[in-house]
């Protein structure tokens, strides 16, 4: 298998961009031997609220065309994840790919194909030259999030 790195400078945000009352951090840490982006806080969904967030955008001299999908090294609390994949065909905050992944309480690679990634309110294809930004939300429902990400990759 063959695998690219992603160097991913990963940024904090919460639904307070939109009124919500979430609340988070984002940490980098020696997590189980390994350096890490952690991600925690409540998720809420007062006030129409109920994600936390860290997002990386690409840098320009990396693209994913070509790749098969994407390589997490993930570990948490053995909850439920999302991923999400924006592109520039997506116009409107809302609008990404999205896949579900468990965070367990020992380090393991989630490998996502592109194909598992699925449209959410558009019906676009995902191109995969046009990938712009990577997400990992804690979402949709009211619980404590504590997830790390130690390895960011494309891999085929």
């Known amino acids: ?26 940490t980098q840490e020696l997590v189980k031997g ?22 990386t955008d690409l840098p320009d001299s990396i693209s994913a065309e070509g790749w098969e999908g994407l390589a997490l090294d993930l570990t948490g609390n053995d909850e439920s994840y999302d991923i999400r994949l924006r592109t520039t065909d997506l116009t409107r905050p809302w609008q990404s790919f999205r896949a ?17 990634f699925a449209a959410h309110r558009h019906d676009m294809r995902f191109d995969p030259q046009a990938l712009t930004r990577i997400g990992l939300l804690a979402i949709g429902r009211a619980f404590q999030a504590d997830v790390a990400v130690a390895g960011l990759r494309f891999y085929r």
Request: cysteine-free; proline content about 3%; glycine content about 10%.
């Open 1 to 26: 298998m063959t695998e690219q790195e992603i160097t991913a400078n990963w940024d904090y945000v919460a639904d307070s961009v939109m009124g919500g009352v979430s609340q988070g951090q984002m």
């Open 100 to 116: 579900e992944v468990v965070a367990g309480p020992d380090w393991a690679t989630m490998r996502l194909p592109f194909t598992a």
């Open 34 to 55: 390994r350096l890490a982006h952690v991600l925690r806080g409540q998720v809420s969904l007062d006030n129409y609220g109920g994600f936390v967030q860290i997002a």
